[in-house]
């Protein structure tokens, strides 16, 4: 299962999750959140981590000439969006209520908590109808998971999970201590 770590804002943060084995590094351009940062501080952040890190943009609201200029000033190699788009590497957020969507796009995927704010709600959804989903080997799954529930979350076998708020000292300020914390409890379901 693939580990993703998103609401990055620093340096320091990003190297801890590498350090930690993590796979996916999000940033996000969402200005109505507290975890926006500035297309040149994740420019910056991308020139001094590894070349094949699998570094995302969070989209909300750009269109797609945006999320393009946005990602190819950056360097990211993925654009996660609320919206069918024609770009390469993409993550296609869906917002779940109580039932998935009846057509999901090709490609990966993320499923999350449908909730007044836009990510990182700690809120989950109710994952029991995570069985009746044919796409789950390419979709990260999103909303409340922390190191509490891993366990329960890992036997749906998802591509991967999605973490923002169970891991963070505050809002844009990850706790390593939280992260290691996950990443050890994941390492005993492998």
């Known amino acids: 299962m693939h580990v993703k770590f998103c609401g990055m804002t620093n340096l320091e943060d990003v190297l801890a999750s590498l350090d930690l084995g993590v796979d996916f590094i999000g940033f996000v351009f969402y200005k109505k959140s507290p975890r926006y940062i500035k297309a040149q501080d994740v420019k910056e952040i991308i020139q ?5 890190t699998n570094s995302v943009g969070v989209f909300v609201e750009e269109s797609e000439e945006e999320i393009v200029s946005i990602m190819n000033y950056c360097g990211l190699r993925y654009a996660q969006v609320y919206n069918d788009f024609n770009i390469q590497n993409t993550i296609r957020v869906y917002r779940i209520d109580d ?8 490609g990966l995927i993320l499923l999350d908590s449908k909730t007044p704010q836009i990510g990182g709600s700690a809120q989950r959804f109710n994952w029991k109808i995570l069985e009746d989903c044919n796409d789950l080997s390419r979709a990260f799954v999103a909303g409340g998971i922390s190191e509490d ?3 329960e979350i890992a036997r749906y076998k998802p591509y991967g999970v999605d973490l923002v708020s169970s891991i963070e000292a505050y809002p844009g300020k990850k706790d390593h201590g939280k992260m290691k914390n996950f990443m050890e409890n994941l390492r005993r379901i492998k």
């Open 48 to 52: 001094k981590i590894p070349k094949q």
């Open 99 to 106: 039932v998935l969507p009846q057509k999901l796009s090709d």
């Open 149 to 151: 529930n891993i366990f």
